[in-house]
């Protein structure tokens, strides 16, 4: 969220470092992680499978972690010394990434509206993929859009 837009939570690359910074607080498992980030910016933004397990690989690749035996048969990772000393040595980058996701909770949008403007974008999406509207459709959708944006600006 730059910027006041909805987009990306993370510029290129930034989520690595996210990971890493929580994998040195203690060894977690995938979803762990995606469930910390949730929890650290309200719920405004959840990583999805698919953006956390091919970072953890490369995070792997690069020697920045390793897996570890875990009880519940989940994978976990742990830092490595590797990891640790480019963690050090990014130490800025991760403080103002942790910054930047504390501000979410504090004074970001909330995740309930978040939620809703993205439900309405979906539902635009889907509606006007399924073929060409009608005149009346068109007047319809806009005015509906046209009186929401009236009452949001009274609120």
């Keep these: 969220m730059r ?11 930034d989520l690595r470092f996210v990971v890493l910074g929580l994998i040195a607080e203690k060894p977690r ?3 762990e992680i995606i469930k910390a980030i949730e929890d650290s910016v309200g719920g405004a933004y959840s990583p999805s499978p698919g953006t956390i397990y091919p970072t953890l690989t490369l995070l792997e690749e690069q020697g920045y972690i390793a897996m570890e035996a875990s ?3 989940k994978k976990s990772y742990a830092m490595t010394p590797d990891g640790r000393a480019f963690l050090e040595t990014n130490r800025p ?21 978040i939620r809703a403007m ?12 399924r073929g060409p509207l009608t005149g009346e459709q068109i ?6 859009l046209d009186r929401t944006a009236g009452e949001i600006e009274r609120s």
């Design 3 to 13: 910027g006041g837009r909805l987009g990306r939570f993370f510029e290129h690359g």
């Design 118 to 129: 993205e439900n309405l974008k979906l539902a635009l999406r889907l509606r006007l993929g």
């Design 93 to 113: 980058i991760v403080d103002a990434l942790r910054a930047r996701m504390a501000t979410m909770t504090e004074d970001g949008p909330a995740p309930q509206i």
């Design 29 to 31: 498992h995938g979803y």
């Design 71 to 73: 009880e519940d048969s």
């Design 139 to 144: 007047a319809h959708i806009a005015e509906v």
